[in-house]
């Protein structure tokens, strides 16, 4: 999979450096995935979620991070809407549509 926004990855280590071996995991595996549905992200992260159009949400470091991201299958495109903390994850309205 290409991860069109690594700069958001990045730039959220940047500022909390404790996640970092978490995002940094993620992103090596999403690069070496050749995801072509839920079922194969599944067995990749078993903690993800299929909220809708097109968005996952991913538990990073033990549930300490909410990652969301966009996915389509056809050009194994990843794109990256919110990183955050599970608190700030809750405070978000419709996660289908960010």
């Given at each position: 999979?290409?991860i069109i926004t690594k700069?958001?990855?990045?730039?959220?280590?940047?500022?909390?450096?404790?996640?970092?071996?978490?995002?940094?995991?993620?992103?090596?595996?999403?690069?070496?995935?050749?995801?072509?549905?839920?079922?194969?992200?599944?067995?990749?992260?078993?903690?993800?979620?299929?909220?809708?159009?097109?968005?996952?949400?991913?538990?990073?470091?033990?549930?300490?991070?909410?990652?969301?991201?966009?996915?389509?299958?056809?050009?194994?495109?990843?794109?990256?809407?919110?990183?955050?903390?599970?608190?700030?994850?809750?405070?978000?309205?419709?996660?289908?549509?960010?």
């Open positions: 999979m290409r700069t958001a990855v990045k730039n959220y280590i940047d500022h909390n450096p404790q996640s970092k071996s978490a995002l940094s995991e993620w992103m090596y595996k999403t690069e070496e995935a050749e995801w072509q549905s839920f079922a194969d992200i599944k067995n990749t992260f078993n903690s993800v979620d299929y909220v809708g159009n097109q968005h996952y949400v991913f538990n990073i470091k033990g549930n300490d991070y909410r990652l969301i991201v966009v996915i389509q299958f056809t050009p194994q495109f990843v794109y990256i809407r919110f990183i955050g903390t599970h608190a700030e994850y809750d405070r978000i309205k419709d996660i289908k549509n960010i």
